[in-house]
């Protein structure tokens, strides 16, 4: 199923004003999106976090590592996120 999309919204709560970016991948990508996810975290830092949208269900991503850079990141489920309508 190539057709469906990964939605992400890089949120950025360390900087004033709220910075957001907003990324589309394909199933066909979806490696390219996790290592995306992983990279924008460790490059952004603590205070950022990615919102992402797959097949209807919304999931936030965050660091693992408590210090330096994380090698993986924690994902989980969420129901509603302040910024869910920039992926709507």
């Not at 900087?15 to 290592?35: L, W, Y």
Request: charged share 25%.
């Amino acid at each position: 199923m190539d057709s469906i999309t990964i939605q992400l919204l890089v949120v950025n709560t360390g900087a004033t004003p709220i910075h957001t970016e907003k990324h589309v991948f394909t199933k066909s990508t979806e490696g390219t999106a996790r290592e995306f996810i992983l990279t924008t975290l460790n490059r952004l830092g603590k205070t950022a976090h990615v919102l992402a949208k797959t097949n209807g269900k919304y999931w936030v991503c965050d660091h693992t590592a408590r210090k330096g850079p994380s090698k993986e990141y924690f994902k989980h489920e969420v129901r509603y996120h302040p910024y869910m309508k920039e992926l709507a």
